[in-house]
């Protein structure tokens, strides 16, 4: 199962994900997560996209595209992910679809998780909140700024996703196990 979770920041891909991840027994492949690994880690790409990611906007393609690429490559891999915040932009669905292409992979689905705007804002303060700071991204300023680029950049996946008949939409705005349920049913 390779499947692709798409939506804006405290929709729930990440909760989702890792109940998926126990489902489906494959990996959750989030780029957030290696970006922030490799911030900690103060590897050399880590140290370029620091500012990138604490104010909110994307990092390269090339960058995001190599790290899921050889990701990808890794033994536990091979019967599928989940990816998680990668496609973000055209271009990057673009290059996934040709990196799936030469492994002789596809998609079996993109899963949409919706939540209204107001919603999102106060989740991740909460999330902020509980988490002690632990993102340095998770702050209100910089959440306006990562909604806005979500609205510009990554929306336009759902019709790009839509008119290749693999997108599925289920309402984030539902109990955890309720969208659980919805996108285990989209990909009977
Ligand atoms: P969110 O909770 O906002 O969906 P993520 O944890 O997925 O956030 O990503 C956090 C940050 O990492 C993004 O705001 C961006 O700076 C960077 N990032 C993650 N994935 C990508 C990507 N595919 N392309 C470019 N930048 C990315």
């Known amino acids: 199962m390779r499947l692709v979770l798409l939506g804006p920041p405290g929709a729930g891909k990440g909760t989702q994900a890792q109940i998926l991840v126990e489902a489906y027994g494959i990996p959750q492949l989030s780029t957030g997560d ?3 690994a490799a911030i900690a880690a103060k590897t050399p790409l880590g140290l370029e996209a620091k500012a990138i990611v604490d104010r909110g906007d994307l ?9 899921i690429s050889d ?22 669905a673009d290059t996934l679809t040709h990196m799936l292409d030469r492994k002789g ?22 999330r902020a909140r509980e988490s002690g700071g632990a993102r340095a991204d998770d702050n209100e300023e910089v959440l ?37 349920a919805a996108i285990q049913q989209a990909l009977q």
């Open 34 to 36: 290696m970006l922030r």
């Open 59 to 67: 990092v390269s393609d090339v960058i995001v595209s190599g790290i």
């Open 71 to 92: 990701r990808m490559d890794e033994p536990d891999c091979a019967q599928g992910f989940i990816l998680d915040g990668f496609p973000r932009t055209i271009a990057q």
């Open 105 to 126: 992979l596809h998609l079996n689905g993109v899963i949409e998780i919706t939540a209204d705007a107001d919603v999102l804002v106060e989740r991740i303060i909460n």
């Open 144 to 180: 306006r700024k990562r909604l806005a680029v979500y609205a510009e950049q990554t929306a336009p996946l759902v019709n790009y996703y839509a008119e290749r008949g693999l997108l599925r939409t289920v309402d984030g705005m539902k109990p955890v196990e309720e969208v659980t």
